[in-house]
Every structure is written in C-alpha cells, then in structure tokens.
C-alpha cells in the first residue's frame, strides 16, 4: 500500500471522502496529531531564533527533538492504521482468521492515542518557555492533539467490542482507554496558550 506521505494534501483529502474503505478515522487522527506535533515544532524553534529569547535553550531544544521524534512515529502509525485496517478486510474477504488481524486494529489506534498524549505533555511542558508571539500556535498544538487522542478512542472503542467479553486483551486496553481519555483532558489549550515568556 502506497504511503499517504507520498501524495499531496488535496488527494489524502479526496481519498477520505470516498467511499473506500482507508484511510479513515484513525488514519486522519494520526495525520491530525502529526500537524499538531509540526506545529509545536515550528513554536519552538521560533521561540529559540527570537532575539530576546532568554529561557532554557537546552530545554526548549530537548522539546523539539522530543516533538520531532513524535511527529516522526505518527506518520508511521497513519500507514500502518490503513494497512491493518486494509488487512482486516482481505482476511474477512477471503474467509480466513481475523484474530491476528483484529488485534492490529486495536494496536495501531491505540499506539496513536498513546503518541498523541505525550504529544500534550509536550505542550504542557513547553508552557512558560515559549516566546509570546507563538504561545497561540502552542495552544492549537494541544488542542489538535487532544481532538486526536479522543477522536482514535472513539474507533478504538468500536473495534474492542469485536472481541469477546472477558478476553484478558480487550480489559486491558479498556482500562488503558479510560486513563487516554482522562489524561488528553489535563489542561486547557488555553491555559497552556497563556502560559508564556
């Protein structure tokens, strides 16, 4: 399967409206939290070339490794969510075990949900170090993670309930989901956004 990354915005765009069946919600999450995590990167290194920039080069800088790093696993994630989604359907197709393949439907969001929330820790951690000029960008960053932390939940949920109940699996990523869930609400976009050099 051809990488999204590959093709312009106007076609991953077009490819989601359609009828096919990838790429879809969580794919457009992980792109989503990739965009954030782009955009946390830009807030910082604005902050670090600012001339009255006087905070904590060495902290801002980790970040910024930090949120590239991120940014970097996303976009494998966004490709590997349409390919095991892609690979559930052949299996259902062709009437073979989906067991293997239903469990990567539930890995690959969740992996996106976990990269995202630390995305928000990024941005938590990079209130009060970042030049005022882009504190508003650092603020979009958080809520653009949040929005893809809950939106990958929302499919997450969906493809657990294909598995049976008491399966050891699907109770411990419920109990995994309900920490995302609270931890993605931790601070305010805002909040963060006000928090400034």
């Not at 093709?7 to 965009?35: I, K, N, Q, W, Y």
């Not at 008491?166 to 805002?190: C, H, M, N, Y």
């Amino acid at each position: 399967m051809e990488s999204i990354w590959t093709a312009t915005l106007a076609s991953f765009r077009d490819r989601v409206a359609s009828h096919e069946p990838v790429p879809a919600g969580v794919t457009a999450s992980a792109v989503s939290a990739v965009l954030a995590l782009a955009l946390l990167a830009k807030v910082l290194q604005v902050t670090l070339r600012h001339k009255d920039f006087t905070g904590d080069r060495e902290l801002v800088s980790a970040l910024l490794d930090d949120a590239r790093n991120l940014f970097g696993i996303l976009e494998h994630l966004a490709d590997d969510d349409a390919a095991a989604f892609q690979d559930y359907l052949d299996c259902v197709r062709s009437k073979q075990s989906t067991d293997s393949a239903l469990r990567k439907t539930i890995e690959v969001p969740l992996n996106v949900a976990r990269a995202a929330s630390l995305g928000i820790g990024l941005c938590e951690t990079s209130a009060g170090h970042v030049h005022r000029v882009v504190a508003p960008d650092l603020g979009v960053a958080s809520a653009l993670l949040e929005g893809a932390v809950r939106s990958t939940l929302v499919t997450l949920k969906s493809n657990l309930e294909q598995l049976p109940d008491g399966d050891p699996f699907r109770d411990e990523v419920t109990s995994e989901i309900l920490q995302l869930a609270s931890q993605s609400k931790r601070r305010s976009p805002a909040d963060i956004a006000d928090e400034r050099l």
